[in-house]
């Protein structure tokens, strides 16, 4: 089983699964694509079971480099202008542990209406609270029941409820690392290596001034 499972792991399969990776495919979606299980692919990257392939695990490494890498760039570019930003509104929420625990959404639990009378109070809890109450007890009873199942059943948690967006200013820090990282190395903007830039660009000169200037900026300067 082992020889069969190595025989699989070939130049043309560790190049497939690369250029998956480089496309940002899920390892479920490079199982499917190659044929290969995802347990296979697993055992191929790791060192300690019998059927490590060193080639297919450094293949990996460097395509997972290259995809992620890829996606800061690309993130860096966008914040480095005016973007939109997203953000998440979340709100504490009482919601049934039952829908925790199931694909079932659930509504938070609640006590049975005060009309209810002894056998719809019964009713009432087997269908909505999976409690099962004795026709003997009380009304009084049968509701201090349902209150503690009701506890039983309540969980506080963050719950999403919108997505917000709002367009925001260039991220200054995303701005440098663009200037300095982006295009031919002689090309990148670089104030340790004093590289010369045209003079006439206004960029060049606030640039220059800056990381020439010998003033403190206003947020170092003392106040009082």
């Known amino acids: 089983m082992k020889n069969k499972r190595k025989g699989k ?6 190049e497939k699964v690369c250029i998956l990776i480089c496309q940002g495919c899920s390892w479920v979606s490079i ?3 190659t044929g290969i299980s995802r347990k296979t692919l697993e055992n191929w990257r790791n060192q300690v079971g019998g059927f490590y392939e060193k080639q297919f695990d450094d293949a990996v490494k460097a395509a997972l480099e290259k995809r992620d890498t890829g996606r800061i760039k690309a993130n860096q570019f966008v914040e480095a202008g005016r973007h939109r930003l997203k953000k998440t509104v979340k709100e504490l929420r009482v919601v049934d542990i039952r829908s925790l625990k199931s694909k079932l959404k659930l509504p938070p639990p609640v006590m049975p209406a005060l009309r209810l009378r002894k056998k719809e109070i019964i009713k009432y809890a087997d269908d909505f609270l999976d409690l099962i109450i004795d026709p003997e007890f009380t009304v009084n009873e049968m509701r201090m029941q349902c209150a503690r199942r009701i506890q039983e ?15 925001v200013a260039a991220n200054q820090q995303a701005v440098k690392n663009v200037l300095t990282n982006s295009g031919p190395e002689t090309e990148r903007w670089n104030f340790k290596e004093q590289q010369v ?6 960029l060049a000169l606030l640039l220059t001034e ?12 003392n106040v009082g």
């Open 9 to 14: 792991c070939n130049a043309e399969v560790i």
């Open 31 to 33: 199982s499917k694509v």
């Open 153 to 167: 059943l309540s969980i506080d948690v963050m719950v999403k409820v919108r997505e917000e967006e709002q367009e």
């Open 197 to 202: 830039h045209g003079i006439d660009d206004p």
């Open 210 to 221: 800056i990381g020439t200037s010998t003033k403190q900026l206003p947020s170092e300067e």
